[in-house]
Structures are given as structure tokens and as C-alpha cells.
């Protein structure tokens, strides 16, 4: 099955010390992204080490997942993937 297009991207395996700042910079270079975030522990506060980009057209993020996706940055190797909703995740168990 392909994946459907999506303006949205997973980021995973970020460094903890990175931002949404920094977030943003590290895949602007690819198209607009109209929203960066990191995913912080509820309790501690302190960031997972992974988080979403969202980017204004289905093109843009295309061009960011692979130029960025198996990229090291900050020393760690970043995998990014096409987001998914909790919708399409529950099509596709059943």
C-alpha cells in the first residue's frame, strides 16, 4: 500500500538539547514550515528526542524526507518519516 502525501513529517532520534527553534532552521531550507515541535515529557518537561514539521505543501515536505531522513545532526542519526494521524494508523489495522 503507498503511503499517502502529507504535509507533516516525524522526526525521530533528535539530541535532547534540540528545540523548536532549532527545529525549525534545521528543514526551513526545504519549503515553509508553518509549525516545528518538539514532543516534551509531561512530568519533566524534557524534551523526547523526537517531533513533527509541517510544511505548507505536500512538495515541500516530500523534498525534506529526503534530503533530511538518515541525515546526522548533532551527532545523532535522524530518521524522519510521513507523519501519521491516529485515523489513518486505525485503517490500517483493521
Do not use: W
Not at 33 to 47: F, L, N, S
Request: charged share 30%.
Amino acid at each position: 500500500m503507498a503511503k499517502r502525501l502529507s504535509s507533516q513529517l516525524f522526526v525521530n532520534r533528535l539530541s535532547s538539547f534540540t528545540n523548536n527553534e532549532q527545529l525549525t532552521r534545521l528543514f526551513s531550507p526545504f519549503g515553509d514550515v508553518t509549525e516545528a515541535r518538539i514532543v516534551v515529557d509531561r512530568i519533566t518537561q524534557r524534551p523526547k528526542g523526537f517531533g513533527f514539521v509541517t510544511y505548507k505543501s505536500d512538495v515541500e515536505a516530500q523534498k525534506a524526507l529526503k534530503a533530511m531522513n538518515g541525515r546526522i545532526v548533532d551527532g545523532r542519526l535522524i530518521f524522519v518519516e510521513v507523519a501519521q494521524n491516529q485515523k489513518q494508523e486505525e485503517d490500517t489495522k483493521s
